[in-house]
């Protein structure tokens, strides 16, 4: 007979479900199901038998599990699917897939490299990168992923699951998980997936009396009618309808002679009422037994490793040779014990989890603890030999001596594991193992235990705790940590409370540090919290503290220059550049040079990354110029920091918009804008709509603006420090596109109110620049007003400079220096190659004061601003522009309507009138020269009006177009 059924059976509904799911990917029409049971219930047959189905449709499958020895290796599920399932393939080389590489690297072996800068900033980041790598090898049909046991599973693995479940519609991805509904992690996150309707679950039952039947039938090879009646009752009663059970009750009933053969067909010889659960236990017992003794050491030892082991770890612990291994594994496997675990190169399996249970609960406790003691002890004794996140020794010896009843030194090994996986940055994992070793420690190892949980649950974001903990240690005794240790804690949750923006919690922990300081003379410790402190000071309500905090940073960083402290050299430079800027932005990015200096000596690449992105900021504002912030764009993807990259990307986007790049802004928005809010990269997807809106409110369009402001405001834009960027730089813009002044002037003191009242470091929103060329052109502002803002060093930014151009042009006309005012007009216009919207919009301004003023040549200005605004699709400030050189007699070209003759489908899509007549040529299939000649516009123009027509038709390529266009013109 056989002892597994080779059918599936009394899972119909299930199985039909998720083959209808299957066949639904290729539409990507993606879905999470969670299978929960109790153990032997027929999870693990559940989904081998969609794997199969999967197989049969060419699906590639990837196939994981969780398993208690483990749980503290970071993503070992996740390792093990990815590479059961691309070890044959080796890892897809799509060029979408590059940006992900360095994150995919953690769980994909072939992709990491030797200069690897460091792991991924968040679980997050892995979680978005994988999602992007099951979206690509499901790209042609659909993909599954399979990951058993999460109940066993890590707690990074976790949220990743969560962060599938939450994504995974809408992409060709099946992602099947199984799980025992026992309290803890994974179940909660089933039942809250169950809760918000992103999975399926199937909840597992005991089979019913026919099902049971038919599992018997499928073992011993006969109808369903062929089985004796009374083994069906006994299997029934017995068994609970859980098919491992049933399938153990029959082997036991067949093994010991109680049920036989008899021809074609089986009969009853003996008691069957003697087969009952316990047997279970004795079956194994007896099997063991009968192995040799070398073998049956082995299997003992297996079982306390867990349901699932490596042959290595077998072998570094025993001692054996290959062959002598090898031949002990194989008596295993031909007993029926243990079978190959294919995810696994090196790795075996219980056939049953319950298999390993049954195992140990025949074996003596004495004999249990003394094997697991002998194998903790030679797993501390071996050396190893290069610190690797895959390698859990650590924990597994923890393990072993808890099983031995050795708590004390277990805690310290639970700890040691847990600092481990902290330095690999796996919080999650730290936070699991520092926990247990500190349940388990002994009064003289808690205090050690709990510092160094207290720095993983910060680490984590798990304040509450930390400060619990750390309120509960002793402070004085042999137990209390030293005051220079808990001097160290304090500092470190005022530091992750600031950073979780709990300020008043952050201003606790340092008032405790400060006070277990005093005054006695602590250099390191003075110096860290004075960069805390200088922190707190930047924070509305505390300027009177600015000054302190100054010098509190300046003497930081020189202490920890001469000290070789470089991560706090950085926090310190940081701080003072942020203090400096409200001064000059050469002070502050002589500060930044020092921060870049100091990472690249000390390798320190996130450190590198902040000093590059706060210079290439600043270089933006102040020159115009992008090349630093395309560096640290490198920097973050040598990081490979998703987070990272897309806060650059965000930046760079904007850029695009104030310097006439439109197309390259709104692929950076499509591209990066969706993945933001899936990742919760908040601060990042928040920037990118409001990059989006101001892109909309310096073309003229209004109603995309709103709607896309409306986005922003619901991700919490309206009360963050965004707030004047969208009044100043956005709202205030879209209003002089559409010659509202007074609507625009509006704006721009809301956002000077705003920021009246909540200090922040956003130099664009109108103060500096705008605002003052307004108030000049409506006469609020005379020459000494003027001169007050233009010392700020915020007006020295470029963006700022050439609106404070104009308004020197009009306060010098108005004066009667002509010369001057044409001079100043002309370094304004020096600004339209780098800011071609912001340089024409004060050019049309200052042209109409020239008019009123008479100076200057308002007639030639007036029409540079008319034919820019008129190529720009933006009506209000062309007819404006046209107005006014009526006024002076001048001729006015003739610019026709069009709207009413482009299609109503292309002005649907939102094509514009010049667009229209780039795509009027195509219909004659003649190149950009030639539309450039006929149109009397540049080559490069056609090129940005064709990009822009693919994109807002949706259509593939120049062709589709040459289609379109001899379609609408027949028609």
């Known amino acids: 007979m056989l002892t597994r059924s080779p059918a599936l059976v009394g899972r119909k509904n299930e199985s039909a479900l998720l083959e209808r799911i299957l066949r639904t990917l290729q539409e990507n029409s993606g879905h999470a199901v969670f299978v929960s049971g109790e153990a032997g219930i027929g999870k693990s047959r559940l989904a081998e038998e969609c794997a199969r189905q999967a197989a049969d449709l060419g699906l590639p499958v990837l196939r994981g599990r969780g398993s208690p020895s483990g749980a503290g290796t970071p993503f070992r599920p996740l390792m093990e699917a990815l590479g059961s399932g691309l070890r044959r393939t080796g890892p897809p080389q799509d060029p979408e897939l590059v940006p992900y590489r360095p994150a995919l690297a953690r769980v994909v072996p072939e992709w990491r490299t030797a200069d690897a800068l460091g792991q991924p900033d968040c679980v997050i980041e892995l979680a978005e990168a994988l999602l992007r790598l099951l979206a690509v090898l499901g790209r042609d049909a659909g993909c599954v992923l399979v990951l058993e046991d999460l109940h066993d599973a890590d707690s990074e693995t976790l949220a990743v699951v969560e962060y599938l479940v939450d994504n995974v519609a809408g992409l060709p991805v099946l992602l099947l998980s199984t799980l025992r509904p026992e309290a803890g992690a994974a179940f909660d996150l089933l039942q809250a997936a169950e809760r918000r309707r992103a999975a399926s679950v199937f909840a597992l ?202 708590d004390g030194a277990a805690a310290r090994l639970y700890a040691e594991a847990g600092r481990q996986a902290l330095a690999g940055g796996t919080s999650g994992v730290a936070v699991r193992l520092l926990e247990r070793g500190h349940q388990l420690a002994a009064p003289a190892d808690r205090a050690d235990i709990t510092e160094a949980l207290v720095n993983a649950l910060a680490e984590a974001g798990r304040l509450d705790r930390a400060l619990e903990l750390l309120g509960a240690l002793p402070t004085a005794g042999a137990a209390a940590l030293d005051t220079d240790r808990r001097i160290v804690l304090h500092t470190r949750l005022a530091w992750a409370a600031l950073m979780g923006e709990r300020s008043g919690e952050g201003a606790e922990q340092l008032a405790a540090a400060q006070a277990l300081l005093g005054d006695r003379g602590a250099p390191a410790h003075t110096a860290a919290l004075a960069v805390v402190r200088g922190h707190l000071a930047l924070l509305p309500g505390q300027e009177e503290h600015l000054a302190d905090a100054e010098w509190g940073a300046l003497t930081a960083a020189e202490y920890a220059q001469r000290a070789e402290q470089p991560v706090l050299a950085c926090q310190a430079w940081q701080l003072l550049a942020m203090l400096a800027r409200e001064r000059g932005f050469d002070e502050a990015d002589g500060y930044l040079a ?323 007549e780039v795509f009027g040529q195509m219909a004659e299939r003649v190149g950009n020269q030639e539309i450039a000649r006929r149109l009397v516009i540049s080559p490069r123009t056609v090129e940005k009006h064709l990009a822009s027509l693919l994109r807002k038709t949706g259509l593939p390529d120049r062709a589709a177009l040459h289609r379109l266009a001899a379609e609408l013109g027949e028609a």
């Open 205 to 406: 039952g005991p089979l019913g009396e026919p099902d049971v039947r038919d599992l018997a039938a499928g073992c011993l090879g006969v109808p369903a009618d062929g089985v004796p009646a009374e083994v069906a009752d006994r299997l029934a009663e017995v068994g609970g309808g859980n098919p491992y059970l049933v399938e153990e009750l029959l082997a036991e009933m067949a093994g010991n002679g109680s049920l036989r053969r008899d021809g074609a067909g089986w009969r009853v010889a003996g008691d069957l009422a003697a087969t009952v659960p316990a047997s279970v236990v004795r079956t194994y017992a007896g099997r063991a037994g009968r192995l040799d003794p070398p073998a049956r050491e082995l299997v003992v030892l297996a079982a306390l490793l867990g349901p699932r082991f490596s042959a290595g770890t077998v072998q570094l612990i025993t001692g054996h040779d290959d062959r002598r291994m090898f031949a002990e594994l194989r008596a295993l496997v031909e007993a029926e014990l243990v079978v190959p675990d294919r995810t696994v190169p090196d790795g075996y399996a219980f056939r049953h989890a319950l298999i390993g249970e049954a195992l140990l609960a025949g074996v003596p406790a004495v004999e249990r603890a003394a094997v697991a003691r002998r194998a903790a002890t030679t797993l501390q004794q071996t050396p190893q030999p290069a610190p690797d996140p895959a390698d859990d020794r650590c924990h597994l010896a923890a393990r072993l001596l808890e099983t031995a009843g050795d």
């Open 594 to 916: 020092r921060m870049l200096e100091v990472s690249e000596a000390h390798a320190l690449p996130n450190w590198r990354f902040e000093a590059l992105i706060r210079l290439g900021a600043n270089s933006f504002m102040r020159n115009g110029d992008a090349r630093t912030l395309e560096e640290a764009l490198t920097a973050a993807q040598e990081l490979g920091s998703i987070t990272r990259a897309q806060r650059t990307e965000g930046l760079l986007a904007m850029y695009a918009v104030l310097t006439g790049d439109p197309e390259r802004a709104r692929e950076i928005i499509d591209r990066c804008l969706d993945v933001t809010a899936r990742m919760r990269n908040l601060a990042t997807h928040r920037y990118l709509l409001l990059t989006a809106a101001t892109q909309a409110a310096h073309q003229g369009r209004r109603r995309e603006m709103e709607t896309t402001l409306q986005a922003f405001d619901q991700a919490g834009g309206g009360r963050s420090f965004l707030v004047p960027v969208m009044l100043g730089l956005c709202r205030a813009v879209c209003a002089l596109l559409e010659e509202d002044r007074t609507q625009a002037e509006a704006e721009l003191a809301a956002a000077a109110d705003w920021e009246r009242d909540h200090p922040n470091v956003f130099y664009l929103a109108g103060r500096y620049g705008l605002r003052p060329l307004l108030d000049v052109l409506a006469g609020r502002t005379d020459r000494a007003g003027f001169a007050a803002v233009s010392v700020a060093p915020a007006a020295a930014l470029a963006w700022n400079r050439q609106f404070l151009l104009a308004a020197d042009a009009v306060l010098l006309g108005r004066e009667g220096r002509a010369d001057e005012a044409v001079r100043a007009v002309t370094a304004l216009r020096a600004h339209e190659e780098v800011f071609p919207t912001g340089g024409r919009l004060a050019l049309r301004l200052v042209a109409e004061a020239a008019l009123e003023d008479g100076w200057g040549d308002p007639v030639a200005w007036l029409r540079a601003a008319e034919d820019y605004f008129h190529d720009l699709d933006v009506p209000a400030v062309a007819g404006a522009c046209r107005s006014l050189l009526r006024r002076t007699g001048a001729s006015v070209a003739q610019r026709r309507a069009g709207r009413d003759r482009i299609p109503a489908g292309l002005r649907a899509q939102g094509v514009t009138i010049r667009e229209y």
